[in-house]
């Protein structure tokens, strides 16, 4: 081997070095946590059980932008963000990329780097949410995790609801059961203000999206605010957002969360 090729070797392995343990040490500051159902998770491109790989420039990776892995490791974020996650089902794109991306595009570098913690899982109904259950103490699970290193939760995103729009009393059970999970998250997360954007329903499972609708948008809980998904252009099935409509929600999203939170960091 030449003197030339060895130190193209040399200089592979230490920028590999290099940028694995950037990947793997450092940690976010400002952590957000996803949470709800399929839209959530992101089936952006998904036809069947094929996800087409298109990625839109707004959800591109950023080596400011993690996430933590089912395994709860801190690696680089990529769609889809909920491959490990929301395992049933074959993920695509969901709003979480769009909204990093935005977020840090917004704030500049000054921000640090953010962090995303996917917990949504497609077909839940709000009541497979409740503490004491599975996705509640998963989410906690990993929400206590992702702060280990020093960050801060700035936000859960919630899109959640397709599923209780099926049976009348779901429907109508659901802003107590949405209250009651903010103030058990707040409760065992421990900041009683944990900022919640939740999304108005585009769509449902069932007849009963208007009641899931107006409880969303008539929640009067302090520091939660409500992005309206409605009229984004859905899939063939009327049921999941387009790739382009999750990046349209997930720059709404950010626009939000900066509007409201942002001057707190
Ligand atoms: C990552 O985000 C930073 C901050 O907004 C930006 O300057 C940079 O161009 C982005 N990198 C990529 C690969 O998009």
Redesign the pocket.
Known sequence: MSAISKLALLVCAVLTTKFNLGASVSSPGNIFILAGQSNMAGRGGVTGAKWDGNVPPEC??????LRLSAQLVWEQAREPLHADIDIGKTCGVGPGMAFA?EV??A???SIGVLGLVPCAVGGTNIGQWARGGQLYTQLVRRASESVKAGGTIRAVLWYQGESDTVNRADAEAYKGNFERLVSDLRFDLRNPNLPIIQVALASGEGQFVDIVRKAQLGMTLPNVKCIDAKGLPLKPDNLHLTTMSEVHLGIKLANAFLASYSHQF
Do not use: A, D, E, M
Not at 60 to 65: A, D, E, H, L, V
């Open positions: 591109t990776p950023n080596q400011s932008i991306n840090l595009r704030k500049g570098s």
